[in-house]
């Protein structure tokens, strides 16, 4: 029993100084984009090993607006938007590592699929899934985990 319990309590020593020594400071990012300075979430946030980037649209930040020109205009966008971020951050596609992907119509899955793969080369994981509508009427929001 004694030596069962100095087992235990080892255990439970070296699982608290594993916690305590694991502490990693959260770093919320604002937005770089003037006109995204007031949105109510960060653009990335930042832990020791990884960024997660809030997720992006089609949308020219310069002008105000979706693009136009249908899915495959609106993919080059979004992945354009998202390159432009992990500049920001001094990191590339290339260190994209997990992509979520929401279409509006998963019609257009093939559309978004003949841009999107020449952009990721190193062929993050993915999750790709419709939805019945997404915000300022995109038809694509990507969202991305980045390892650093």
Avoid: W
């Avoid at 979706?66 to 966008?77: D, F, H, N, P, R």
């Avoid at 003949?114 to 509508?133: D, L």
Wanted: aromatic share 8%.
């Amino acid at each position: 029993m004694k030596c069962t319990l100095s087992i235990f309590c080892l255990s439970v020593l070296l699982s608290f100084q594993s916690c305590e020594n694991s502490k990693s400071e959260i770093i919320f990012h604002k937005s770089h984009e003037p006109s995204r300075a007031n949105v109510p979430f960060s653009d990335a946030v930042e832990t020791e090993d990884l960024l997660f980037l809030t997720g992006q649209i089609g949308k020219d930040h310069k002008k105000g607006e979706l693009v136009s020109g249908g899915i495959k205009a609106e993919t080059k966008q979004v992945i354009e938007n998202i390159e432009t971020v992990l500049k920001h951050h001094d990191l590339s596609l290339d260190n994209v590592v997990k992509c979520t992907v929401i279409l509006k119509d998963i019609d257009d899955f093939s559309d978004f699929n003949s841009v999107y793969t020449t952009y990721f080369t190193k062929k993050p994981a993915r999750t790709t899934f419709a939805a019945s509508g997404l915000a300022g009427g995109a038809s694509i929001e990507i969202d991305v985990i980045v390892a650093k």
